[in-house]
């Protein structure tokens, strides 16, 4: 029953502590199965030699009961023969088989009875190894998990260091920096080359446009009303001179037309 012990002594070993002590969780579960394993053959052979002894002791008490028969038989033939001296010595052998039939026949219920709790607690055991098996892959897949989980934490915190931001940040203000020294030194190469006279009249022309720009949004806010300057052309002094021409040179072929009409009735009356 030694070996039983010690196998549950090795069963009831908290896994989670091996698997806190150990740099790999994964090896020494599977070890423990392994060694488990090879207990649990230990026991097998074992218990075999339990059963194969207690067959033999069944042998050997078949035997000793049949050779109490034999001298039983053979007393009762001396008896037949009438020869009571050989029947009394075949009647002590009978008694000496019986007893040691009777004795063997108590040792093989003994050991017979013991045999089969091996036999059962060889089965729990093996009931044992098999929980141990599934809750080690339950074990190594909590493990796993873990390591995952402590691998994102670890990633998770690199991120929030922020170090590496602020180098982020002070590489954007250098590039933005050298972004604009390199248009200060654009734009003061343009102002020492080129026809500076001609740079002064496009500065002219465009503040001209403004100007319209800035009536042109007067114009569509309503500030400007119809007699506004910018609002309609204005007309010269020799544009006035101009339409009144125009308007008597308009008026003479009416003047005319209504005197030939006088002309008319005048002769027909």
Request: net charge negative; glycine share 6%.
């Amino acid at each position: 029953m030694g070996i039983f012990q010690r196998i549950s002594t090795l069963l009831k070993s908290n896994i989670n502590d091996l698997i806190s002590r150990a740099e790999n969780p994964e090896k020494v579960l599977n070890q423990s199965i392994d060694d488990m394993r090879s207990q649990l053959g230990k026991a097998k052979q074992e218990v075999a030699g339990a059963i194969a002894d207690a067959r033999k002791l069944q042998q050997q008490l078949e035997k000793e009961k049949k050779q109490a028969e034999e001298w039983e038989q053979r007393a009762m033939l001396a008896v037949q023969e009438g020869r009571d001296d050989l029947a009394k010595q075949a009647l002590m052998r009978h008694s000496e088989h019986l007893q040691s039939a009777q004795s063997m026949h108590e040792t093989w219920v003994r050991q017979k009875a013991e045999t089969e709790q091996l036999k059962n607690a060889l089965r729990q055991l093996n009931d044992k190894i098999e929980e141990a098996k599934r809750k080690r892959n339950i074990l190594i897949a909590r493990q796993k998990r873990a390591e995952a989980q402590g691998r994102i934490q670890e990633t998770m915190s690199a991120m929030s260091n922020k170090s590496a931001f602020e180098n982020f940040e002070r590489m954007t203000e250098k590039i933005e920096e050298t972004e604009r020294k390199a248009l200060a030194a654009a734009e003061l190469t343009e102002d020492m080359s080129g026809d500076m006279l001609q740079r002064e009249f496009e500065a002219l022309e465009y503040h001209g446009s403004s100007d319209q720009q800035l009536l042109e949004l007067k114009k569509k806010m309503g500030l400007l009303g119809a007699g506004d300057a910018g609002e309609r052309p204005q007309l010269g002094a020799g544009d006035d001179d101009d339409v009144a021409d125009a308007e008597v040179v308009d008026e003479t072929p009416a003047e005319e037309e209504d005197q030939s009409e006088t002309e008319e009735e005048s002769s027909r009356g």
